[in-house]
């Protein structure tokens, strides 16, 4: 089985590199990718959306030219295992779930993915030979529409940049007469 | 001039590479990881927040163990151009920013940064050259506290597991009876 232009060993070699360690949600995410990506217009251009900030991002920063920082990459937290390729100016897209309903036949991804053991207690590797062998047979796919505001380009990219009066650092000025930290909104005490 | 293990041009092609094209912002911000390594203890773990979405945590994907799916990234959009390290047991860190107030000697990145001319009049070479001439000379640094919100494990990772009764996807059962997607706040049309 391959992931991406990897075979599975190799990848979980990529993963482990880019994320630290050999997160299972990360293997599911590259095949959930594989999966997204063979059900799209030859050539298209996308962008994708992960419904959970958990692992998944980074499959696709690793297997796609879509990164956080590039902005081809959003999260919109649903806490779902979903991923969604989509035609930024349509709205259509596909999505690809990991399907729950289809684990009977797997119990080490079950307990990983339903949290039905501590994580101590889990065999990562008994994990990683489960997704191998089930491949492509647990993730539920389906057609979507992505809601309009993820389609247009974000408005901060037209705004203009203004000095904030309190600290004195460039911000965009459509956020308010001060930046959103002298606002009581950065991440400082 | 490096930045992280790079020489100059060679981390313009790691940029190009991962991010799809030569953001400048990148080129600053792999400064920017650079100046905060060097004030932190040596060996200390840290995590990572940057001000921005925009370009930023690219930098910080390419130079660090963090990535937005192993959490040790986090985004909080103040839209500053800044980033921090910090200790997520104390919260103590040292942020970076790249200061308007020192741009006077750079007129293409003072352009590019402010957005005072539009981005097909600006000439990428030109601001890549004078980050290169400028070093770290255009950059604050200042010693923060992160707010407590940000150094303890996020609550959803000791939180289990449900079956939404609407989608029957797998979600965080903290997050409410039907998963966040059935209650109107996903993505999808």
Redesign the interface.
């Known amino acids: 089985m391959k992931i991406g232009p990897y075979e599975y060993d190799a990848f979980i070699d990529k993963v482990r590199e880019?994320?630290?360690?050999v997160?299972p949600g990360?293997v599911a995410g590259g095949i959930m990718v594989d999966i997204a990506r063979d059900r799209l217009p030859e050539g298209e251009f996308f962008d994708v959306?992960c419904?959970s900030?958990?692992?998944?991002?980074?499959?696709v920063?690793l297997l796609t030219?879509c990164?956080?920082?590039?902005?081809?990459l959003?999260?919109?937290?649903?806490?779902?295992?979903?991923l969604?390729f989509y035609n930024k100016y349509t709205?259509s897209g596909v999505?690809v779930?990991?399907?729950?309903?289809r684990l009977g036949d797997w119990p080490a991804i079950r307990a990983w993915?339903?949290?039905e053991k501590p994580k101590k207690e889990q065999d990562l590797q008994e994990i990683l030979e489960e997704f191998q062998r089930a491949g492509r047979g647990i993730y539920g796919v389906e057609q979507?529409?992505?809601?309009?505001e993820?389609l247009t380009v974000p408005q901060?990219r037209r705004s203009?940049?203004a000095?904030?009066p309190s600290?004195?650092?460039?911000?965009?000025s459509d956020?308010g007469d001060e930046?959103?930290?002298c606002r009581g909104?950065?991440?400082?005490?």
């Open positions: 880019f994320h630290g360690s997160a990360i959306i419904e900030q958990h692992c998944l991002p980074d499959a920063q030219p990164t956080i920082g590039n902005r081809w959003k999260i919109v937290e649903t806490s779902r295992y979903a969604t709205g999505r779930f990991l399907d729950a309903g993915f339903l949290k979507v529409k992505v809601k309009e993820f901060h203009a940049i000095l904030c600290c004195n650092e460039a911000y965009r956020l930046c959103p930290a909104l950065g991440p400082y005490r």
